[in-house]
């Protein structure tokens, strides 16, 4: 079963994350990097400690103001690489990428 999405590019004064979704019984903040070729490493590789703490705080941010602390969570990085040209080469997913 794929991810139902419930929200693209949520915004807070925290940060902004790039999907809400629902994965099962999840609720799953994803975060989408981008590369083109290699020249400045793997698109996974961008969700630094910095980032990765901004994300916590929007999901938190996101449980709050939608009253869903019961809710279970996790955050999952997907990172897409693409050619020098723009040619998709390939998609990871990674669930549970960052412990909050």
Request: proline share 2%.
């Amino acid at each position: 079963m794929g991810y139902g999405i419930l929200e693209r590019n949520f915004r807070c004064r925290y940060g902004e994350i790039d999907l809400v979704a629902e994965h099962e019984q999840d609720l799953v903040f994803v975060e989408v990097k981008t590369r083109r070729g290699n020249a400045y490493g793997l698109p996974e590789e961008a969700v630094n400690l910095r980032k990765q703490r901004k994300i916590i705080e929007v999901a938190h941010h996101y449980i709050d103001v939608h009253a869903c602390p019961e809710r279970s969570w996790r955050v999952d990085v997907v990172a897409v690489q693409l050619s020098i040209r723009g040619k998709l080469e390939e998609i990871r997913i990674y669930q549970h990428a960052i412990s909050g």
